[in-house]
């Protein structure tokens, strides 16, 4: 039987962990066996964790060990504590080592000195948005990246924006779409009927600086001041941002347009449930939720970043510049115009098929 470790931190609720739990809700357990080394529990996504997974976790929390071992490690180079916690929680036993992220499980993965076949991923555009970088030291990250024996990028922007990044790059890299689970999203999106009275724009993402969601609340604002009151925007997830983003929508009084909700297990029934879906980040690898929406039948307008104009190519939805104004132009042709949003969501139906959670397990197998 082929072992597979995988290395995360905790399970969030970003894009990223999403798909690493889709990945493993479809791997054959008769044929593969499957441990996840994480950070640390707590995240919101753990609970969904296959039964079949054997979770290995490194600290119990945030613990002063841990933060010992960070600091020694990040800020000095000395790897000895990190090395030790690896060597009592991993056995030496797997075909594949997959690190999942970016950043710490990079470095967990290269430290611990398991043997078999190594892949590490990247889900965004590193050139653009390096958020990973505070984790090494010159020139350590790309020495840990060239102990992998391919580097599995989420787009081909993606992996051009890596190969940016890293031009002295030695190892292999290559292309595997994060993966689209179709009856799951489908089944989840009917657990609760949601009705909207408004035009209804979903924004689904971390409240961090790549999502740039403040983008979001200014178009509110935009829209207020035109007196285009019949729209309500829907800010799905949490993040470091969320208090800042709370008082830019009180000073530009737009608490009326713009609700906060939070992380939600499930966010498809609000998705499935708006007029379109609004992606803003300054940078983004794959854009996991716009697939999502597509499955959906729900019209997308993005930022034009690596991988909303990999998926949409502004013939399966529509992509605009990043400043305000292109932002408030693209939002009008969607508001305004029904035949554009239904022509979107029905292209957008065959271009998804591409990303078939199927097609990316397979290409894992072949690790």
């Not at 042709?333 to 271009?351: E, G, I, V, W």
Request: aromatic share 10%; proline share 4%.
């Amino acid at each position: 039987m082929k072992k597979y470790l995988f290395i995360d931190g905790p399970l969030g609720g970003g894009g990223a962990e999403r798909v690493l739990i889709d990945i493993l809700r479809n791997f054959d357990y008769s044929q593969y066996s499957v441990d996840l080394c994480l950070l640390c529990p707590g995240g919101p996504l753990e609970k969904e964790i296959p039964e079949q997974v054997n979770v290995i976790h490194l600290w119990p929390s945030y613990t002063l060990s841990f933060r010992l071992a960070n600091h020694l490690s990040k800020d000095l180079g000395i790897n000895c504590l990190l090395k030790k916690k690896l060597r009592d929680k991993l056995e030496d036993k797997y075909d594949v080592v997959i690190s999942f992220l970016e950043g710490m499980p990079l470095k967990l993965h290269a430290l611990s000195g398991l043997h078999g076949r190594h892949y590490s991923w990247v889900h965004c555009d590193l050139f653009k948005f390096p958020y990973e970088a505070a984790q090494f030291r010159k020139g350590e990250e790309l020495k840990m990246y060239e102990q992998m024996d391919a580097v599995i990028c989420v787009a081909n922007d993606t992996e051009r924006s890596f190969h940016k990044r890293f031009p002295g790059l030695q190892t292999t890299t290559r292309v595997i779409y994060n993966p689209i689970d179709f009856e799951k999203i489908c089944q989840m999106a009917d657990e609760e009927n949601i009705i909207n009275k408004l035009f209804t724009v979903v924004v689904i993402g971390r409240l961090t600086p790549q999502k740039t969601i403040d983008r979001v609340v200014r178009l509110a604002a935009r829209l207020k001041q035109e007196n285009i009151l019949d729209v309500q925007f829907q800010i799905i997830g949490e993040g470091e941002l969320k208090h800042e983003l709370e008082e830019q929508i009180r000073e530009l009084a737009v608490t009326d347009m713009v609700s906060l909700l939070g992380f939600k297990q499930n966010p498809f029934p609000y998705i499935k449930a708006a007029n379109i879906l609004l992606s803003s980040s300054m940078a983004e690898g794959f854009g996991l939720v716009i697939c999502e929406a597509m499955v959906l039948g729900v019209p997308v307008m993005s930022t034009e970043t690596d991988g909303p104009r990999e998926i949409l190519q502004n013939e399966y939805g529509l992509l605009c510049q990043h400043d305000d104004e292109s932002i408030y132009q693209a939002f009008m042709q969607m508001y305004t115009n029904a035949d554009l949003r239904r022509s979107f969501a029905d292209k957008a139906k065959k271009r998804v098929e591409n990303f078939r959670v199927e097609n990316t397990v397979r290409e894992i197998y072949k690790l």
